[in-house]
């Protein structure tokens, strides 16, 4: 049975809580993406931002995917090599950026290029999921999934807001 939007969105956000990630702190990066470039941003518009990201059903879907294989890795649950690969966020595999990639490109090249300069710099949340070494968390889907959400939202940011940006001036 397909799950209704709603309900889909209020399992993503309990996902999202249950693993120790909050809107604000995927809010703060989308801040700090925006100021160099929007000097009259604010935390709720960011926050707003955030929150529409999620909404988006394919965003949803990508933050169950994730967080589950995360889990399914933590419970040793899945098969070998995949169970190595995924406990050691082995440089080489790549899809989890690609799963975070669905996020980012619902909202187009600046979503693109914001998420690449999160997952290089590791900034605030992003260092605390990806720094899991030597605990028994796996958050090697999460780290890219909130770097993908915000880079959403700062790219929502930009193209609803082109008028307080002072480029544009």
């Given at each position: 049975m397909v799950?209704?939007?709603?309900?889909?969105?209020?399992?993503?956000?309990?996902?999202?809580?249950?693993?120790?990630?909050?809107l604000e702190e995927i809010a703060e990066l989308v801040y700090d993406l925006q100021k160099p470039y929007l000097t009259e941003i604010a935390m709720d518009l960011c926050l707003d931002n955030v929150q529409a990201v999620i909404r988006k059903r394919e965003v949803q879907n990508a933050i169950l995917t994730g967080i589950e294989l995360?889990?399914?890795?933590?419970?040793?649950?899945?098969?070998?090599?995949?169970?190595?690969?995924i406990k050691e966020d082995e440089g080489?595999?790549?899809?989890?950026?690609?799963?975070?990639?669905?996020?980012?490109n619902v909202y187009g090249s600046i979503g693109f290029t914001n998420y690449g300069f999160l997952d290089k710099t590791k900034p605030k949340i992003i260092?605390?999921?990806?720094?899991?070494?030597?605990?028994?968390?796996?958050?090697?889907?999460?780290?890219?999934?909130?770097?993908?959400?915000?880079?959403?939202?700062?790219?929502?940011?930009?193209?609803?807001?082109?008028?307080?940006?002072?480029?544009?001036?």
């Amino acid at each position: 049975m397909v799950q209704s939007g709603s309900e889909l969105h209020k399992v993503a956000l309990k996902r999202l809580k249950d693993r120790g990630v909050t809107l604000e702190e995927i809010a703060e990066l989308v801040y700090d993406l925006q100021k160099p470039y929007l000097t009259e941003i604010a935390m709720d518009l960011c926050l707003d931002n955030v929150q529409a990201v999620i909404r988006k059903r394919e965003v949803q879907n990508a933050i169950l995917t994730g967080i589950e294989l995360d889990v399914l890795c933590e419970e040793n649950k899945l098969s070998s090599p995949l169970q190595e690969i995924i406990k050691e966020d082995e440089g080489l595999y790549g899809i989890d950026e690609i799963l975070a990639l669905s996020i980012v490109n619902v909202y187009g090249s600046i979503g693109f290029t914001n998420y690449g300069f999160l997952d290089k710099t590791k900034p605030k949340i992003i260092s605390r999921l990806d720094n899991h070494k030597n605990t028994q968390e796996t958050h090697t889907f999460l780290d890219d999934i909130v770097g993908a959400i915000a880079a959403a939202a700062a790219s929502r940011v930009a193209h609803d807001n082109p008028e307080i940006s002072d480029i544009m001036k």
